[in-house]
């Protein structure tokens, strides 16, 4: 495993290039754009303001820049660097900007969601979608890049309609059973559309592509309800993470719940492994530490860690939330299947220093990860089963079918890694630390 040297980056912007060629960094109002595998920087461009969103094109060839304070949006080109676009949107404001699928329309979503702009790159047409809703996810293309869906809120009632990508004309309209739609999202075969309620009332809707309701979905009432929801793969399954600290998996043929997760306090599965984290610090004498070891954050005060395979039963941090304060940090906050379908790996709230990943395969706990502070980020590889996380400090962890491994990332200064992302191809992971990035490539099977 091998690292890159440190490079600047503003509020976490950093992104791969759909085709694994570039990476673009954004530090204040400057786009960089860099080879992604000699980190060579190849385009510099200046933007009017400091940068809030950025986004690639699904081909790679132009950067969506939103300055949403102002209210603009800024497109660069790859292949011609002279050439630019900029789109205001005037008094009425920005609060969010994306690109369409085929990477020549601009969807930007105004102040008080009154409206969806479709800003065409091809012929300058512009577009106008009424009443969207404010909600956590109330917009999603299909994997295929062909359907958008779109949460709506009229007349106080919560409607779904379907756009046909291509030349943005209405597929379906149709009113939802739902008391204040909270999401919508595709399976990625893109023959189901999950539609879920506010956490005030756990229902979970499946909608065909015509608008016919599937099926219906709720575990339980009079309680706070669903918290996060993933796909697997292949279509297959649907993971329901809810605020009563469960996961719940429903199945493709018959939209029944077939399995439910649950995060006890007190883990007894023999057939579950426990990797508990354990730090080694270095004892050093304070005559031999000088005031500019401790001024330069020196690796003398870093911690090293190992894996500890803790015996069964354990007990799981648990963190008691303020259930009198909003949105209490307990219950299921983050799903993820890995890409062959076979794991899915767990957060739960009240459970800060926990991940859980689960066999799908068999049914059960398969491990769990018990950090020793609690877990920033966590994602699997695209090309295999192994999952990447971070908790805040200067290492990353690695679980995989073969063990769990910490890494100490080797940079200057006080490096801390607050989120990862991997590359298309699994060979590296993108660290970002609070104004840093880091490139950390893995070993391949060759190179072993």
């Not at 303020?322 to 940090?329: E, G, I, Y």
């Not at 063990?403 to 080797?410: D, E, F, Y």
Request: hydrophobic share 40%; glycine share 4%; net charge neutral.
């Amino acid at each position: 495993m091998n690292f890159s040297e440190v490079f600047k980056q503003s509020n976490q912007l950093c992104k791969v290039s759909p085709d694994g060629k570039y990476l673009a960094t954004c530090v204040q109002y400057r786009l960089v754009v860099r080879d992604v595998n000699t980190l060579q920087i190849l385009q510099l461009y200046t933007c009017l303001d400091q940068v809030a969103h950025m986004e690639w094109s699904s081909d790679s060839l132009f950067i969506l820049c939103a300055m949403y304070k102002r209210g603009l949006v800024q497109v660069w080109s790859l292949e011609q660097p002279e050439w630019h676009c900029k789109i205001d949107e005037g008094s009425i404001g920005l609060l969010s900007s994306r690109w369409s699928p085929d990477g020549r329309h601009i969807l930007n979503t105004t102040e008080f969601h009154l409206r969806i702009t479709v800003w065409s790159l091809c012929n300058k047409s512009v577009s106008y979608i009424k009443y969207p809703k404010a909600c956590q996810k109330g917009l999603d293309f299909s994997a295929d890049g062909r359907y958008m869906a779109l949460a709506e809120r009229r007349d106080c009632k919560d409607y779904i309609s379907i756009f046909v990508c291509d030349d943005w004309h209405l597929l379906r309209h149709f009113e939802t059973e739902t008391q204040d739609l909270a999401g919508v999202e595709w399976s990625p075969n893109g023959c189901v559309l999950a539609v879920w309620d506010s956490c005030l009332e756990y229902k979970m809707l499946l909608y065909s592509l015509d608008g016919r309701l599937l099926s219906t979905y709720s575990a339980y009432e009079w309680s706070l309800g669903i918290k996060s929801v993933a796909w697997s793969p292949s279509s297959q399954f649907l993971a329901i993470g809810s605020y009563d600290e469960k996961v719940r998996i429903l199945n493709h043929i018959t939209w029944k719940k077939l399995i439910e997760f649950e995060h006890p306090a007190t883990i007894t599965s023999s057939k579950a492994v426990v990797f508990k984290e354990v730090e080694k610090r270095h004892v050093v004498g304070t005559e031999n530490v000088s005031i500019h070891q401790i001024t330069l954050g020196s690796s003398l005060f870093n911690t090293q860690s190992k894996y500890e395979i803790a015996s069964l039963p354990v007990q799981v941090t648990v963190v008691k939330p303020d259930l009198d304060r909003a949105n209490p940090k307990i219950g299921i906050s983050a799903v993820a299947f890995s890409v062959d379908n076979r794991y899915l790996a767990t957060k739960n709230d009240n459970m800060p220093q926990s991940l859980w990943v689960w066999d799908m395969q068999r049914l059960g706990l398969q491990a769990v990860l018990e950090q020793t502070a609690p877990v920033r980020c966590f994602a699997w590889d695209p090309r295999k089963p192994r999952l990447a996380l971070c908790t805040g400090n200067a290492k990353i962890y690695l679980w995989s079918l073969a063990g769990c491994v910490s890494v100490k990332v080797p940079a200057e200064g006080n490096f801390q890694v607050q989120s990862l992302f991997w590359h298309g191809n699994g060979d590296s992971l993108v660290l970002l630390g609070k104004d840093q990035i880091c490139l950390c490539y893995m070993a391949t099977d060759e190179e072993k």
